[in-house]
């Protein structure tokens, strides 16, 4: 898809999604005229959540087993993931140069970009530039971190392609999460975090800057590169395996002026010629 096509698809106008406006008490509503309320909420994240079919990822998982596992290239030289408690424990270098490779950069680009039209309205392309796998077995952990990119914004994200017996156990209590009690409910689990509350702010009217990601075979979710996040270690048999990626994002030029004065367009504007 080229930055064209993006831009025309975003052309057409867009439905009001949802009507906040709040049904008032009639016994409030005096002197003749109606009372609106509405809730004005200013988002801090957004991310996409995939769901792909088990076809595709037991072809992923047929081409890291067949092509990646014996390549065996490392990619930890540049990952703060402390992957290393089995023999097996690994991360990877997940190429785009195979016939292979190009397919799933080709799918990745195209849901990366799918995010940037949909959750930011950008009329942007997401280029995918690197990719590995993590091999993670019991004990192993990946501490706070968050993705390097080489543009102005950016694009990383997670995809669970195997999920050992013992952290999947946890899936019907996905929304649940439980750290009292030492329940080890969140081994495993991915943490995102965009903040510092904790349930201290949520009862002074803060919200949330924190989500526990349970991991689900076939999930994938897509964040903007500058998002920490964590992996807890599990304790368990079996791979915990997950594949990542990291995105340019390349912006028509519309979208590189949108948020310029006057002035600054025409310094653009005079520079680009
Ligand atoms: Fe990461």
Known sequence: MSLKDIADSLKEKKQSSA?????INKEFVGHGENINMRIHTIPALKLLHVN???GYINAINEHIDNVIIPNNKSFADGLVGQINQDKKSAQLDFPFDT???QEFQKFMEMCGT??????HDRQSKAEAFQCWTVHSYAGDYNPFHSHGVHT?????CILY???????EQNKNKETMIKLTEATGQCDGWTQLIWGQ??????YELKHQEQEYILPIVGKLIIFPHWLNHQVMPFFGEGERRTLSCNFNVYDTKEESMK???????????SEKK
Not at 161 to 167: F, G, H, N, Q
């Open 161 to 167: 392609l195997k999920v050992p017996e013992c952290i």
């Open 259 to 269: 948020y310029m004065s006057e002035r600054e367009k025409r310094i653009y504007e």
């Open 99 to 101: 016939e292979f490779g």
């Open 197 to 202: 509350n904790t349930r201290k702010e949520l």
């Open 152 to 156: 102005r914004a950016g694009l990383s």
């Open 19 to 23: 009507d906040n406006t709040i049904p």
């Open 114 to 119: 799918t995010y940037l039209q949909k959750a």
């Open 52 to 54: 792909i079919p088990m």
